[in-house]
């Protein structure tokens, strides 16, 4: 399962991504060929309450937490302690991503093949330098967990008593205060900064992509498409 932490005053931009990653298809709105879903945190605007509910009534690909939308105060704690009324399944791995990331599912599949289904911790290591994956943490433009280290932060109290502050750099934290993903996987060069954007973590564009951050204009993210 793929989450894509947005905000709904982002609506564009929420409404545009779902069309481009093709979940939504127009004759057959509530079949999903993957699980995707759009992550927010509580509605507090009028208008937010009325577009995501209409969105919510054509489609079963949003997810609204109990959070402040902020980006230090908790919500990807919130998102991986998700209960299990709302995770009924198990799954192999869950991820979370920014909303200007552009994924491409079977890449990224492929590239999950051969990999552990316990303790990992995949992603894209920061600083951009590092090509050791335990030096230093996962970039938050999106990681993967397996499924074990997603119900140890749903039960530990390791990641509940540590839930502000920058959120990739607190998953790092809660896993070495907890001894735990010592399965850490770095998929550079596959993972990436769009070309021209950040000059440490960018390079041009690879046919084995998995995924491209800072897609921050429309146009953009239809060119990865």
């Known amino acids: 399962m793929i989450g894509i932490l947005t905000r709904t005053d982002n609506y564009d931009r929420c409404h545009f991504l779902p069309l481009v990653y093709g979940v939504r298809p127009v004759l057959s709105p509530r079949h999903h060929p993957r699980q995707l879903k759009f992550v927010f945190c509580s509605l507090t605007k009028p208008k937010q309450r009325a577009l995501i509910a209409l969105e919510m009534l054509r489609f079963d690909d949003i997810l609204i937490l109990n959070c402040t939308e902020t980006m230090n105060s908790g919500k990807t704690y919130t998102y991986f302690s998700l209960p299990k009324l709302l995770l009924p399944r198990k799954y192999d791995y869950i991820m979370m991503a920014d909303d200007d990331v552009f994924i491409r599912f079977e890449p990224l599949a ?112 239809v060119s990865q498409n």
Request: net charge positive; proline share 7%; aromatic share 10%.
């Open 110 to 221: 492929l590239s999950l093949k051969a990999l552990p289904r316990v303790d990992l911790y995949y992603g894209f290591v920061i600083p951009c330098a590092s090509m050791d994956p335990f030096v230093e943490y996962m970039s938050g433009m999106g990681f993967l967990l397996s499924w074990d280290l997603v119900e140890w932060i749903r039960s530990s109290e390791v990641p509940k008593e540590n839930v502000v502050g920058p959120q990739d750099k607190l998953i790092e934290k809660w896993f070495k205060m907890g001894n735990k993903a010592m399965k850490k996987i770095s998929n550079k060069p596959a993972m990436y900064d769009y070309p021209g954007t950040n000059e440490r973590c960018s390079h041009e564009l690879i046919p084995e992509t998995v995924a491209v951050h800072r897609l921050k204009r429309l146009k953009d993210v």
